[in-house]
T-cell receptor, first 114, second 112 residues
């Protein structure tokens, strides 16, 4: 299994809704990431988990709340989002966070905030 | 922070032509990665480079890690229509655990 799987693929939510994005990998990778990507722009790092602990928070607003229940799963909880938060949200993982950052991406969740 | 200058921004080529794109930085990078992204999908890792001077191929793709550790190029030979997409370089700056810096991407269009 060499995949990073994200669900759902598409999500439309209102500004008062609470929703969660899910990510799963079974490659034994010990670093997992959340990225945000706007159209025709490169991915922007949001959070990094290393060995299931939050290592990096790139000054992301608190309406985005990450969670790493175990070494295979990564969630992103969303609450009170704004329309400008609409984007492609990408999960990624890499084998050894202290040696290299060869990141493998999921197919993303296309989020639309209305 | 470190920035990657990726060029060209876009390319329009005929099927069968070779393609070359590159990334440069003013800082030293420990790792260079090349990704391809198609519409509505996540980036797919094409080639990973870890040593200065390293030259690696993946089918019709060839990439090199520059000797100075401040640049990398990606070549695609004999392009085909399915090569269409945005190609991103990404690198891990020296002294930066976990974090990748991305180039702004090269949009490749291949005319059949």
């Amino acid at each position: 299994d060499t995949e990073v799987t994200q669900t759902p693929k598409h999500l439309v939510m209102g500004m008062t809704n609470k929703k969660s994005l899910k990510c799963e990998q079974h490659m034994g990778h010990r670093a997992m990431y959340w990225y945000k990507q706007k159209a025709k722009k490169p991915p922007e790092l949001m959070f990094v988990y290393s060995y299931e602990k939050l290592s990096i928070n790139e000054s992301v607003p608190s309406r985005f709340s990450p969670e790493c229940p175990n070494s295979s799963l990564l969630n992103l909880h969303l609450h009170a989002l704004q329309p400008e938060d609409s984007a492609l949200y990408l999960c990624a993982s890499s084998p050894n966070p202290t040696i290299n950052t060869e990141a493998f991406f999921g197919q993303g969740t296309r989020l639309t905030v209305v | 922070g470190q920035q990657l200058n990726q060029s060209p921004q876009s390319m329009f080529i005929q099927e069968g032509e070779d393609v070359s794109m590159n990334c440069t930085s003013s800082s030293i990078f420990n790792t260079w990665l090349w990704y391809k992204q198609e519409p509505g999908e996540g980036p797919v890792l094409l080639i990973a480079l870890y040593k200065a001077g390293e030259l690696t191929s993946n089918g019709r793709l060839t990439a090199q890690f520059g000797i100075t550790r401040k640049d990398s190029f990606l070549n695609i030979s004999a392009s085909i229509p399915s090569d269409v997409g945005i190609y991103f370089c990404a690198g891990q700056p020296r002294g930066s655990n976990y974090k990748l810096t991305f180039g702004k991407g090269t949009l490749l269009t291949v005319n059949p």
